[in-house]
């Protein structure tokens, strides 16, 4: 037994049967069982998981992991479109940023380099690569996961193989890194804590077991989360009330001071989807911001087939944005919506140079301006903050329009 006295939710896939979500084929239960008897066996011997350690395993344990297991995830046929995977306009857009920042790197020394961080399927790289103008020494990738290094390779090969010998995968981040880092929907999947408030108290969000199930159980939270909820709960305009649900990232700081610390010069640009602290924290969202993706279907439920769905949850951009300024001399250099970013990196002229002949192509590229900029799918829902450092005073092509920095 766990040791946890309050089971507030118990899942199995059997309560999904039959409902809108797809059955995975008997290979994919079978995968799915795997990684399910490892978390039982941790869970047996070493107690519950915390949320963050559950959502860890789930998308990143070797082998078995959602990242780390060779499925297919990214796409049509895959469980979610992330902007990349739409056609190259997003890319066209951002390699007309960062070209102007690459020009001003380029003009105090003849070279810079690329980070890209949690790559995907190599969509962003292979589109990037043959945009950037001028061309990082070195196209540098930072992932995670062993199987979409292999596949960011293989795209990258396909779509420009002679610039494949620029690549290079690294382990951690690169020392003395000059020149321009770019991470999309890469914090969302750092594993988050879930807390709630009980009177006063503040409880956290544990995977047990129990009868050979993995269920969700609260307890009161241990001393960080406790620490960061009362942090948050004195900065905001409103209390959390009995019963408010949500989550906390305890991971972004050392993810975002590690990256930075590294870096000596250029620009770091994220782009996520999320809301500035006071909007994440809303009294009416009070069942927070977690969200699974199965075969473009998005759900609640975490503990549904283990290694197979994808888990996430938004982004607090002041959190970022506190995590990122003054960090090694780096400064909040913009934060706008992605419509507003992709506007002012000539998303209009990106589009008329497309505006072919071709009434297919015409087609998919008003497709891609609709989903990536309006309100309703990506536009703002999808966020990009920049941190500078050693950047002359002009605005970052992204940053000149409309300036969202008073909202966090
Ligand atoms: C939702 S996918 C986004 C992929 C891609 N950026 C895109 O927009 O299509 C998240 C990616 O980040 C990677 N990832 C997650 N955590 C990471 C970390 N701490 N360091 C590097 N990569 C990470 C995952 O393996 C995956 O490639």
Redesign the pocket.
């Known amino acids: 037994m766990d040791g946890l006295n309050q089971t507030i939710v118990m899942s199995s896939p059997a309560t999904h049967q039959g409902s809108i979500l797809p059955e995975p084929s008997a290979d994919l239960k079978l995968h799915s069982a795997r990684l399910l008897d490892v978390l039982a066996r941790r869970i047996q011997d070493t107690g519950p998981l915390s949320f963050a350690e559950y959502m860890e395993a789930a ?2 344990e070797p082998g078995l992991g959602y ?2 297991a060779g499925l297919y ?2 796409g049509a046929e895959g469980d ?1 479109i ?4 739409l056609g190259d306009l997003f890319a066209r857009c951002l390699a007309n940023s960062f070209s102007a920042v690459a020009k001003q790197l380029c003009a105090a020394a003849s070279s810079y380099d690329f980070l ?6 190599g ?2 790289a292979a589109d990037l690569l043959q945009q950037l103008n001028p061309l990082p020494q070195h196209y540098l990738i ?4 062993a199987d ?1 290094r292999e596949q ?1 390779r293989l795209r990258i090969e396909s779509s420009c193989p002679q610039l494949l010998a620029r690549v290079q995968w690294l382990d951690a981040p690169p020392a003395n890194f000059r020149g321009i880092a770019y ?4 914090i ?3 594993p988050v804590e879930r807390f709630r408030m009980h009177s006063d108290a503040v409880e956290q969000q544990y995977v047990g077991l129990q009868n050979d199930k993995l269920v969700l159980k609260w307890k009161a939270a241990g001393s960080a989360v406790e620490k960061a909820v009362r942090e948050l709960q004195a900065e905001l305009q409103h209390p959390l009330t009995d019963g408010y649900e949500s989550e906390i990232n305890l ?1 972004l700081k050392p ?1 975002l001071g590690g990256l930075l610390e590294s870096m000596d010069q250029g620009l770091f640009l994220l ?1 996520d989807y999320g809301y500035p602290r006071p909007e994440f924290y809303f009294p009416e969202r009070n069942r927070g911001t977690l969200i699974c993706h199965y075969r473009h279907r998005a759900h609640p439920d975490p503990l549904l087939w283990p290694g197979l769905q ?1 888990i ?1 949850a938004f982004v607090d951009f002041t959190a970022v944005a506190e995590a990122g300024d003054g960090t090694n001399g780096w400064e909040l250099a913009g934060y706008t919506s992605q419509a507003d970013f992709l506007l002012d990196s000539g998303l209009g002229e990106v589009m008329q140079a497309g505006a072919l002949d071709d009434f297919q192509a015409q087609l998919q590229l008003a497709n891609q301006i609709k989903k990536l900029t309006l309100p309703a799918e990506m536009g703002t829902r999808f966020q990009f903050m920049g941190f500078s450092r050693g950047l002359s005073g002009d605005a970052i092509p992204g940053f000149g329009g409309t300036d969202w920095r008073h909202r966090l």
Not at 116 to 121: D, R, W
């Open positions: 998308l990143y990242y780390s995830k990214f979610f992330t902007a990349p995977e890209e961080i949690g790559a995907g399927s969509a962003l930072l992932e995670r996961s979409l960011q991470a999309n929907e890469v969302d999947a750092l991971l993810w782009s994808d996430t």
